[in-house]
């Protein structure tokens, strides 16, 4: 599976902006998809997930209230509202060979989308 994520750019503070993660190769219909953000000098960490069929998200505190994640047929969307500069990062996603988000990281990674907030 290769995943491409997609949509990154420059926001203003509380803006939106929306991220996108499509598969090629084969789909990712029944796999967990996540989200992760690197800033420089920091590492790789979670932003959030969503189950193969969308029933369950996950997300992780700094993000939560303000991100959504979604996905329909073979694509899943980073909803971002009033995105901060702290969440100035690359953004990753990342597919796992489960159903549902597990404690291993995704088998399947997209090349990374920059995502740049100016306050």
């Known amino acids: 599976v290769q995943l491409q994520a997609s949509g990154g750019g420059l926001v203003q503070a509380g803006g939106s902006l929306r991220l996108s993660c499509v598969a090629s190769g084969r789909t990712f219909s029944n796999n967990a998809v996540g989200w992760f953000r690197q800033a420089p000098g920091k590492e790789r960490e979670f932003v959030g997930s969503i189950s193969w069929n969308g029933g369950i998200t996950t997300y992780a505190d700094s993000v939560k209230g303000r991100f959504t994640i979604s996905r329909d047929k073979n694509t899943v969307y980073l909803q971002m509202n009033s995105p901060k500069p702290e969440d100035t990062a690359v953004y990753y996603c990342?597919?796992?060979?489960?159903?549902?988000?597990?404690?291993?990281?995704?088998?399947?990674w997209g090349q990374g989308t920059q995502v740049t907030v100016s306050s």
């Open positions: 990342g597919s796992w060979m489960s159903s549902y988000r597990s404690t291993n990281s995704p088998r399947y």
